[in-house]
């Protein structure tokens, strides 16, 4: 794996462990207050993370593509924010609430991101068609 793709991996192995530490330490305290992060952790993180990671493996072009680095950066940033946000948040700390909203807001701009990057590529894959809006490819 190179550039964006090994970020991604990086940082998806990273949630993993996370979110098991947090899943090992609300069971061992009994106390699931922490369950949304913790599923917000494996999901959005570990998960989102290795599929965008797999995905600019199997194609370099899009990989190759300054957006990516974009895309990297912003998922990345809004996700920890997110996530981090909402442990707090879920802690009691109902001041930080705006944070959240803000790094979820983000990170779905970051999904969006990844589907301008992703589907023309996936697309793009198929013989080019004259006059065909790239919807109907």
């Known amino acids: 794996m ?60 899009a990989r190759a593509s300054r957006l990516a680095v974009v895309h990297f950066w912003l998922t990345a940033l809004s996700g920890i924010g997110l996530v981090v946000g909402l442990y707090f948040l879920l802690a009691g700390h109902e001041a930080i609430e705006p944070f959240v909203a803000v790094s979820s807001i983000g990170f779905f701009l970051g999904m969006l991101l990844f589907a301008w990057i992703a589907l023309p590529v996936i697309y793009g894959s198929r013989p080019a068609r004259e006059n065909v809006p790239l919807w109907d490819r």
């Open 2 to 61: 190179q550039g964006v793709a090994r970020n991604f991996f990086t940082l998806a192995i990273i949630y993993a462990i996370c979110g098991m530490m947090l899943g090992l330490s609300m069971a061992m305290s009994q106390d699931h207050t922490e369950m949304p992060t913790h599923a917000h952790i494996m999901v959005a993180g570990w998960l989102m993370s290795a599929v965008f990671a797999f995905f600019y493996h199997l194609f370099p072009a």
